[in-house]
């Protein structure tokens, strides 16, 4: 069993930075694909940025050259940097856990964290 718990959500203004960052329990933490996911309010929960067991990473369109997901399996955790902000990066940023590979679907992580929010004022 997995437990992921996000932080480093908070409001910011367009064009700045955010570093959010999950930490997970368990062990083989080195064997899960982790993903940041994202949802907006009144929208569907969408896959942004995700990297495997093997350090492969995946990135939606509209975050390329933004965004840039890292992890450290000694600590445990996933990072997703995020730079020159926009408001419709507003949303509720959820990490997720599934074994090895990537996943591109909700339905295809086992583990979630409870959310931290990102909030991007114009």
């Known amino acids: 069993q997995v437990q992921l718990v996000e932080s480093?959500?908070?409001?910011?203004?367009?064009g700045d930075s955010l570093r959010l960052s999950c930490a997970a329990s368990g062990r083989s933490f080195g064997g899960y694909a982790m993903g940041w996911f994202r949802q907006a309010?009144?929208?569907?929960?969408?896959?942004?940025?995700?990297i495997a067991s093997s350090g492969n990473t995946y990135y939606?369109?509209?975050?390329?050259?933004?965004?840039?997901?890292?992890?450290?399996?000694?600590?445990?955790?996933?990072?997703?940097?995020?730079?020159?902000?926009?408001?419709?990066?507003?949303?509720?940023?959820?990490?997720?856990?599934r074994a090895f590979l990537i996943g591109y679907r909700v339905g295809d992580y086992v583990h979630w964290g409870q959310g931290t929010q990102v909030t991007v004022s114009s």
């Open 41 to 50: 309010p009144g929208k569907q929960r969408e896959l942004v940025a995700a």
């Open 60 to 97: 939606v369109d509209s975050v390329k050259d933004r965004f840039t997901i890292s992890r450290d399996n000694v600590k445990n955790s996933v990072f997703l940097q995020m730079n020159r902000l926009k408001p419709e990066d507003t949303a509720v940023f959820y990490c997720a856990a």
């Open 8 to 14: 480093g959500g908070g409001l910011v203004q367009a």
